[in-house]
Structures are given as structure tokens and as C-alpha cells.
């Protein structure tokens, strides 16, 4: 399977407990992005890299959120000291980028599922 | 930044039904339109989308119609199929630079056989 994959695909935590999360995108994608979703909502942005660099993050994106993309291939997102309030589902997508062959089509995981307890 | 409303929120049809889905965004600046359709348990895949340079676009049973002056696009399903029985998504953002889409809330469409 050459998609975007995430792990885990559910995480049930305590509220104040760490967690973190993992994004492999499409292997030539140079481009990966976080989103948060909740029920009834749309994705929200939370950050974006190119190769390894993080270019932009959101205001959603509190200081208890770190994300990394070490050597420009997977990614991790943690969440500190989880409050209720996180909990979401986290999508992943990657993308060739604006100027890609797919003209900057994400394509996204299929997300892992957040409860903060 | 970019701001995206969509309605509605759910759609229901019966089998062979068309249905329409619409959109309107903020920021002028934005050129590039795509729309995505998340089936349960899933994330969101894209199905079609629509540059600023071009007014419609067709896809089978899909097509997308854009009014960049009034900033609003549409979605266009003609002839459902149960199989259309998802969420969708439209987004906008600006084509090139930091490319970062914005999404709409959704719009449940249930087709009925």
C-alpha cells in the first residue's frame, strides 16, 4: 500500500497524559500536513512542512502541540498534558506541493482517532 | 485568512436525484477549488476540483461551477447512486506559494435507493 498511513488509528487516554502520533505519507510527497476534525466539522489546519521544515502553523496549534518531521520523510505529532478539548480525530495528508504534478492535491490517512478521558 | 461556508449541511435524495452542494468564500485571493468526498472511517479523498481560470468542470456525474465574482462554487451530482452516500467537502485556498486549503463543515448527502 503506498498511501498515507497513520498510527495509531484510535488512542484512548487520561486527561494530562502525552500521546503522540504518526504520519508516513506517500514516499516522493515533499509536503505534509496536519488536521484536526471533529464530529460535524471540517478539517481544521493545524501545520504544514515542506521536506523538513515546519513553514506555518496554526493559532489551534497551542504550545502543548509539537510536531516534527526529522529527516523529511514520517512525521510525528504530540499533544502534552491532554485536556478534554483534544479530543478529535488527526489527519495526515501529503502532497507533491503547489507546483506537483497533481497540482497540490493532499491526500489524506485515515486519521487517528483522539479520547481524552 | 480564508473563511469557507457550505449548505448544506445535509442533503438527502432519492436514487437518480441530482443534488447540489454550495459554497462561498472570503478571500479574492483565492484560485484554486478542489472538493472532497470522506466515506465513514476514512479520510477525505479528492473527487474534482476547479481552477479560477475556468468557470465549470465536468467529471462523468460531477461537475463544478465556479462565479469568482459572486465567490461561490458549486457541487453537481447528477443520476445518485447509494454509492454517493458520503460527506463532502469543499475548500479553497491560493494555488502556489503556501497552499493551504481551507475546508467547509461538511455536507452529509444520503441517497436512498
Known amino acids: 500500500d503506498t498511501g498515507v498511513s497513520q498510527d495509531p488509528r484510535h488512542k484512548i487516554t487520561k486527561r494530562g497524559q502525552n500521546v503522540t502520533f504518526r504520519c508516513d505519507p506517500i514516499s516522493e510527497h515533499n509536503r505534509l500536513y496536519w488536521y484536526r476534525q471533529t464530529l460535524g466539522q471540517g478539517p481544521e489546519f493545524l501545520t504544514y512542512f515542506q521536506n523538513e521544515a515546519q513553514l506555518e502553523k496554526s493559532r489551534l496549534l497551542s504550545d502543548r502541540f509539537s510536531a516534527e518531521r526529522p529527516k523529511g520523510s514520517f512525521s510525528t505529532l504530540e499533544i502534552q498534558r491532554t485536556e478534554q478539548g483534544d479530543s478529535a480525530m488527526y489527519l495526515c495528508?501529503?502532497?507533491?506541493?503547489?507546483?506537483?504534478?497533481?497540482?497540490?492535491?493532499?491526500?489524506f490517512g485515515e486519521g487517528s482517532r483522539l479520547t481524552v478521558l | 485568512g480564508e473563511n469557507v461556508e457550505q449548505h448544506p449541511s445535509t442533503l438527502s435524495v432519492q436514487e437518480g436525484d441530482s443534488a447540489v452542494i454550495k459554497c462561498t468564500y472570503s478571500?479574492?485571493?483565492?484560485?484554486?477549488f478542489p472538493w472532497y468526498k470522506q466515506e465513514l472511517g476514512k479520510g477525505p479523498q479528492l473527487i474534482i476540483d476547479i481552477r479560477s481560470n475556468v468557470g465549470e468542470k465536468k467529471d462523468q456525474r460531477i461537475a463544478v461551477t465556479l462565479n469568482k465574482t459572486a465567490k461561490h462554487f458549486s457541487l453537481h451530482i447528477t443520476e445518485t447512486q447509494p454509492e454517493d452516500s458520503a460527506v463532502y467537502f469543499c475548500?479553497?485556498?491560493?494555488?502556489?506559494?503556501?497552499?493551504?486549503?481551507?475546508f467547509g463543515r461538511g455536507t452529509s448527502l444520503i441517497v436512498h435507493p
Open positions: 475548500a479553497a485556498s491560493v494555488k502556489g506559494g503556501s497552499y493551504i486549503p481551507t
Open positions: 495528508a501529503s502532497s507533491l506541493g503547489a507546483f506537483g504534478g497533481s497540482a497540490g492535491e493532499l491526500f
Open positions: 478571500d479574492s485571493a483565492s484560485n484554486y
